[in-house]
């Protein structure tokens, strides 16, 4: 619940403590009952037979959901779906879910906006809102596994890289991924967190029990063009940022990915891939670049590199011994695919101090934009 919130739980916000208290009187089984219904089954409380009906209506009245769908979009010939959520008070985000020949993935959402002011990432060019609930987040969840199972699949990756910074909502977030393991059944190895780059959130991180996958959208290799996609990485600068990824690898042992949004003639060019190149080899085969096709967002002019360039820069990292893929859009055409969920909020264009790759020369005087991940 948000700050001075009276409102009741939502179900998912609902630990089994108070559920407990929630069926005082009941007979003490009616707990294992209700929470398996809700997270193994995937269940409605109507839809629980094994409770008398009156406790399924009380349920229901008492365990209202978060979200609200306001709007569904489909893509990629129904491969891809992008829900558009309503909150409580009023505010909106969005979840992915998309489905591969081998897997189906849901991209959440851990805050509603964002407030990391990254440049080419329609959520930061809408703002900030609030943080999400553990609750909101896990019915998102939630709601794309039962989806995946009206379609005949099985939900088996949660990626945190919807709308908002995970890391800055750390602890809903550690605490959604807690219940989305330990309740849903998701291993450890199918969860990916994305961060900008908060090194207290990746210690933190670090010092929590599951080894979680970790992404870290990078987007530059050096501190002065990264500083023009990604206002954080001032306070932030990637000498800290790499100290803590190193930490978080020497920890959880855990490969780490590097997030790269492909902007042409901004960090396509040969020497950002060997710059990126010096950056990675530090991890030997540790980390993995993950190249991401620049998505169209009306707050950002520059354009994403072409697919020859895309593939160009792809296999000069290989020749410099990056291990580096290709990142397959999905939904672009309905704003779901990575920096294009802004849950219908207005984005406009805002000028900058200087362009990403502009010399200072060319924009004295004028003031600059902030990167996020796929698909905010």
């Excluded at 080419?120 to 987040?137: D, K, P, S, V, Y």
């Excluded at 989806?147 to 939900?155: I, Q, T, V």
Aim: charged share 25%; with cysteine; aromatic share 4%.
């Amino acid at each position: 619940m948000t700050e001075h919130d009276d409102r009741p739980p939502s179900r998912f916000d609902v630990d089994r403590q108070a559920l407990g208290t929630l069926l005082a009187g009941e007979p003490r089984y009616r707990v294992d009952q209700v929470w398996q219904g809700l997270y193994e089954q995937l269940a409605e409380p109507h839809e629980l037979t094994t409770l008398p009906k009156a406790l399924r209506a009380r349920l229901d009245d008492a365990l209202p959901l978060a979200l609200r769908e306001e709007l569904r979009r489909v893509s990629d010939r129904g491969d891809t779906i992008k829900y558009l959520w309503q909150l409580h008070d009023g505010h909106r985000i969005e979840t992915v879910l998309m489905l591969y020949p081998d897997r189906v993935t849901a991209c959440v959402s851990s805050q509603a906006g964002c407030a990391m002011d990254c440049s080419f990432c329609a959520t930061g060019q809408a703002g900030f809102q609030r943080h999400l609930t553990t609750g909101e987040i896990v019915e998102q969840v939630v709601r794309a596994a039962r989806e995946a199972r009206r379609l005949g699949r099985r939900l088996g990756n949660v990626v945190f890289m919807g709308m908002g910074e995970p890391l800055v909502n750390e602890a809903a977030v550690w605490a959604a991924i807690e219940r989305i393991h330990g309740d849903l059944g998701l291993s450890a190895r199918h969860l990916t967190v994305s961060t900008i780059g908060i090194v207290p959130g990746i210690r933190a991180l670090a010092a929590r029990p599951l080894p979680v996958n970790l992404a870290v959208s990078l987007h530059a290799a050096n501190d002065r063009l990264r500083e023009t996609l990604v206002p954080m990485n001032k306070r932030y600068p990637l000498s800290q940022l790499m100290e803590a990824c190193a930490h978080y690898l020497a920890v959880k042992g855990r490969r780490i990915s590097f997030e790269w949004a492909l902007i042409a003639g901004v960090n396509d060019r040969d020497s950002d891939a060997r710059e990126l190149a010096a950056l990675s080899k530090r991890f030997r085969l540790a980390a993995h670049v993950n190249l991401i096709p620049l998505n169209p967002t009306p707050g950002f002019p520059t354009i994403g590199s072409s697919p020859t360039r895309v593939h160009e820069f792809r296999d000069l990292l290989e020749q410099l011994g990056v291990n580096a893929t290709v990142r397959r859009n999905r939904g672009t055409d309905i704003d779901a695919a990575c920096g294009q969920l802004a849950a219908g909020q207005p984005v406009a264009m805002r000028p900058s101090r200087r362009r990403a790759g502009e010399s200072d020369a060319a924009t004295d005087g004028v003031r600059a934009p902030g990167t996020s991940d796929s698909p905010r």
